[in-house]
T-cell receptor, first 111, second 114 residues
């Protein structure tokens, strides 16, 4: 079966660092995406990892361990506008772009 | 501007009244897909299309139909909507079927079936 787990909710303080974890068990693996989604809006692309290790993009970094079926999204210097849901999604192999989404982590940033 | 558009953005309808949600992309993408998003369940794929006249079921296809007569358009049809189809719907596209590009999402359609 296909399973992606991430925490339902997290809270953090403005200016702090937060790590959102994602674990997955899928039949095949062709990369892992992180998306940001503000309430009622479309998901927007944050990162794509297919190799093990850390990828840094400004305030956001994403890490992947394929052997552990684990990824995290690290958000630094949190801002109020980072309050949103963060979606972990695995691209499973198969040649037809099957993307399996986790239920999302709702992050609330407080002053 | 490169984009995926959906219409309508909001719709309230009644059980059994056929409706169509349109999706159009102007990027000449091969692959298009429909998702629904429900609280606690994340995005689930309804149908996808790898190219013109090629469509297939996703994980939750019951109660939905699609067509892909032209590359740019991928309408979602609900022949007889029911309240359990109340959801937030997203259309998405990717340049190449089988590629690893991110999905380009439309703005979403919030559907309520009474």
């Amino acid at each position: 079966g296909q399973n992606i787990d991430q925490p339902t909710e997290m809270t953090a303080t403005e200016g702090a660092i937060v790590q959102i974890n994602c674990t997955y068990q899928t039949s095949g693996f062709n990369g892992l995406f992180w998306y940001q989604q503000h309430a009622g809006e479309a998901p927007t692309f944050l990162s794509y990892n297919v190799l093990d290790g850390l990828e840094e993009k400004g305030r956001f970094s994403s890490f992947l361990s394929r052997s552990k079926g684990y990824s995290y999204l690290l958000l630094k210097e949190l801002q109020m506008k980072d309050s949103a849901s963060y979606l972990c999604a695995v691209l499973v192999a198969g040649g037809y772009n099957k993307l399996i989404f986790g239920a999302g982590t709702r992050l609330a940033v407080h002053p | 501007e490169a984009q995926v558009t959906q219409n309508p953005r909001y719709l309230i309808t009644v059980t059994g009244k056929k409706l169509t949600v349109t999706c159009s992309q102007n990027m000449n993408h091969e692959y298009m897909s429909w998702y629904r998003q429900d609280p606690g369940l994340g995005l689930r794929q309804i149908y996808y299309s790898m190219n013109v006249e090629v469509t297939d079921k996703g994980d939750v296809p019951e109660g939905y139909k699609v067509s892909r007569k032209e590359k740019r358009n991928f309408p979602l049809i609900l022949e007889s909507p029911s309240p359990n189809q109340t959801s937030l719907y997203f259309c998405a596209s990717i340049p190449l079927a089988g590629g690893t590009d991110t999905q380009y999402f439309g703005p979403g359609t919030r559907l309520t079936v009474l």
